[in-house]
């Protein structure tokens, strides 16, 4: 790990198309064989129009599940819209951004067999951030501008044709790199509640309880801001026996998993052991199937 939240971003980059796949066994398996979508179809009938409801609304839920993974307390930048999208006829959305804005991009394809690709280009046209893999719904997790400008956003099929549900949001930079640290060290993991700010002196802590259900496992990440140096996370049970920590020489812990035999409260201490400034630390859950 590094207090560098640039190279947090980066990591994001170079990990996103793991995090991807993963994600595609994690969260929509389930929901395969719902997505056998016939083409859409004008002057439809009425059962070629339910067929068309069933789609948007399978699409709408994987649309969600991977919004409140990426995008959890996000504002909207580009509401989530159905496109028009083939090979020949990308799809294409302006937006202006100021240095050190993060954002999230999201879309969904109708079927597993469209693959389609999200592209950010910067205002000279060069290619800030892409999700290439192949498969129907890519995200781009936690991107950062690194300067200003007007920014292009390019929905693309490299196989098939058809509509896609396409979204973007505003991230917190303090989310960004919080979602970069799950990207890293735990991808699949969806942010649970709010992202949490606290500011801590010198060589002082603070203890915060976080509520766990029985047979979840789950994980913790902090950042540090600026000015912090050592950040260390220490883990308690319901009878305040320590079980886990954290104490590098950074000022970004994680505690990767962290399962609970029942529904407790549990306790997280941090302590500023070097630097003074704010920090922020958020709990993620696995998803039910990963939990051993």
Do not use: K
């Not at 971003?9 to 990990?15: D, E, I, K, P, Y």
């Amino acid at each position: 790990m590094s207090t560098s939240y640039h190279s947090q971003v980066h990591a994001t980059a170079r990990l996103r198309r793991a995090a991807s796949l993963l994600l595609l066994s994690l969260l929509l398996f389930a929901c395969r064989d719902s997505r056998q979508i016939s083409a859409i179809t004008t002057g439809a009938g009425d059962g070629e129009s339910s067929a068309m409801q069933a789609e948007n609304s399978s699409v709408q839920r994987d649309f969600d599940r991977l919004r409140r993974t990426f995008a959890h307390g996000a504002t909207t930048l580009i509401s989530p819209e159905n496109v028009d999208v083939s090979r020949r006829a990308p799809v294409d959305r302006t937006f202006e951004a100021v240095a050190g804005e993060c954002f999230s991009f999201i879309a969904v394809g109708e079927t597993e067999e469209f693959d389609v690709d999200l592209v950010v280009t910067r205002p000279d046209g060069s290619v800030a951030v892409a999700d290439r893999a192949p498969d129907h719904f890519p995200v781009i997790s936690s991107w950062c501008a690194a300067a200003g400008g007007r920014f292009n956003l390019r929905l693309r099929a490299r196989r098939g044709q058809g509509r896609a549900l396409l979204g973007a949001y505003r991230i917190e930079a303090d989310a960004g790199a919080l979602l970069a640290l799950r990207d890293r060290y735990f991808a699949g993991a969806a942010p649970l509640g709010p992202v949490n700010r606290h500011f801590l002196p010198s060589e002082r802590d603070v203890r915060v309880p976080v509520a766990l259900s029985a047979g979840r496992c789950y994980a913790v990440a902090a950042v540090g801001g600026e000015g912090t140096e050592d950040l260390d996370m220490y883990v308690f049970d319901p009878q305040g026996t320590e079980v886990t920590r954290e104490i590098g020489t950074d000022a970004t812990p994680v505690i990767t998993r962290l399962c609970a035999d029942a529904t407790s409260v549990w306790s997280l201490r941090f302590n500023m052991y070097a630097g003074s400034g704010h920090f922020t630390w958020q709990l993620f859950e696995y998803p039910a199937r990963s939990t051993p």
